[in-house]
């Protein structure tokens, strides 16, 4: 889920505005050496695929200037309430307690969605009230760290004035499908009956499950090639190893990732694994014919979510438009963000497979990412050791692991030993691209290599041992704010 700033990262530029739907094969025939893009007001067609790709191209950075930028969701519960989530309201009071100056809020309606919370930090809100934090992109991991600490510190003095309580877990462990309390954007409006359709919990992916994903840059054809690969087929490894969502409803879920478990029934056409990646030959150009096949969720046309394209492939959106609502640029943009794939591609590309758990995990979970992706050298390692699995498998693959974490075997692949020799991989990579941030796997390295556990059988073994079932204990040990 994304807000409105994410159109703008797909825009290449300034041109000026085209008169007639014609222009998209115009912009085409000059994509490969215009200077500029089109405004994300401009019209295209069915004819501009080949505009898309060279859109993705432009993303494209040297080596010495990639970042790794943080995405980090949390559950607010209102303690006064029993520990009921918080409503809308509450959300928005949690918000406005960021915003440095009132030109820092942002409104759809009357409703706040948005806080541009210093240092180019956000905050935004998904669909049950979860509050994410989307932090700026960092060159150095201790600066990551530094704005989630931050973050953080904050959280926990507003939380304290509202005797409101913040868990970092994967899915919801308290309350039911039933008890959520769906914050009023209209994008959610547009998308919950659609995903309705398409998943029989696709409303608990939206509601019931947190995340934390990587943010990382690539650079030509060939790099940006190896990573989307590895992301994607390395995904299930990172879901197993950062497992931490084994309740639901206040009880043993009998999943160790409920959030995997849940992405399993969302939408078949945007979840899972990236079809492109299926395949050794990516190339910008297979992403756009396979984003085009994507059907849409919405079309946004100054701040309003119209649901008259919803459904419809984006293809046929391009060449035929629908009643009232013309193809522009901008809709590209938009498209992407409802691409909700392990790894999915924009102008960068977001990791999206781990659980949200501790900010020592979140923070192992940059390093890893970034010491597989930003390392030549482990970065092939990476894709020789990563399964290539048919998709059958690969479902088969993802369901084990929601199901059994790094316990999980498919088809040959022992998630448990892959695991290892991912997180030492990375560490050797880390050492070479970035040797003073390698003691951020210190962590990881101890859990999954020497104890061969996920976050959720630490879980699982307290509350079935020394907590007693304790739903309380449970709450303590999760709480982060």
């Known amino acids: 889920m994304t807000t409105r700033d994410e159109r703008s990262e797909t825009h290449g530029g300034g041109a000026s505005r085209r008169a007639d739907g014609a222009a998209g094969a115009m912009v085409v025939a000059a994509a490969a050496g215009r200077e500029s893009f089109p405004l994300l007001t401009e019209a295209v067609s ?30 607010g519960y209102d303690a006064s309430r029993r520990m009921a989530r918080l409503d809308p309201a509450q959300v928005q009071r949690v918000l406005a307690g960021f915003a440095p100056s009132s030109n820092d809020l942002h409104y759809e309606g009357g409703t706040l969605i948005e806080v541009n919370a210093g240092q180019m930090n956000r905050l935004t809100v998904e669909p049950g009230g979860q509050i994410e934090f989307s932090g700026a992109p960092q060159r150095r991991l201790a ?17 304290a004035g509202h005797n409101f309580v913040f868990l970092a877990c994967g899915f919801d462990p308290l309350r039911t499908l039933a008890e959520q ?8 409006d547009v998308m919950r009956p659609y995903l309705a359709r398409r998943g029989a919990r696709a409303w608990d992916m939206m509601t019931r499950t947190c995340a934390v994903q990587t943010n990382l840059d690539y650079g030509g054809d060939e790099d940006l090639r190896k990573k989307f ?60 014919a396979y984003a085009l096949e994507v059907p849409m969720l919405f079309a946004q046309r100054d701040g309003i979510y119209l649901g008259a394209p919803t459904g419809e ?8 438009g629908c009643p009232g609502v013309e193809p522009q640029f901008g809709d590209w943009a938009d498209h992407l963000t409802t691409i909700f794939t392990d790894a999915r591609l924009k102008q960068h590309i977001e990791l999206r497979g781990a659980d949200c758990g501790s900010l020592d995990d979140a923070l192992a979970l940059q390093a890893l990412w970034k010491g597989l992706l930003y ?23 993802r369901e084990s692991v929601a199901r059994d974490a790094l316990e999980a075997r498919v088809d040959g692949v ?38 061969g556990v996920a976050p959720a059988d630490i879980l699982l073994r307290n509350f079935r041992g020394r907590w007693h079932g304790s739903l309380e204990r449970l709450v303590e040990y999760l709480r982060i704010a």
């Open 46 to 75: 069915i004819d501009s695929a080949p505009l898309f790709a060279e859109n993705l191209r432009r993303g494209a950075k040297p080596a010495d200037a990639w970042t790794c930028g943080v995405e980090f969701e949390l559950f």
């Open 143 to 159: 600066d990551v760290e530094r704005e989630i600490r931050r973050y953080l510190a904050r959280l926990s003095e507003i939380a």
């Open 181 to 188: 309390s769906w914050f009023p954007k209209s994008r959610y």
């Open 229 to 288: 690969l590895v992301g994607n087929r390395l995904a299930p490894v990172v879901t197993a190893a950062f497992a931490n969502s084994p309740f639901e409803d206040g009880k043993l879920s009998g999943y160790k990732s409920a959030r995997a478990a849940a992405w399993l029934s969302t939408d078949p056409d945007r979840a899972l694994l990236s079809p492109p990646a299926l395949s050794d030959d990516f190339t910008p150009e297979r992403f756009v």
């Open 313 to 320: 492939k984006f293809g046929d959106f391009l060449a035929r």
């Open 375 to 397: 390392d030549a050298d482990a970065l092939d390692e990476a894709l020789r050791l990563a399964p290539r699995l048919d998709l059958a498998s690969s479902n088969a693959l």
């Open 414 to 451: 022992n998630i448990k030993d892959l695991a290892k020799e991912v997180v030492a991989l990375a560490a050797g990579g880390l050492r070479r691209a970035a040797p003073d941030e390698v003691h951020y796997l210190d962590g990881l390295r101890a859990r999954v290599v020497e104890e």
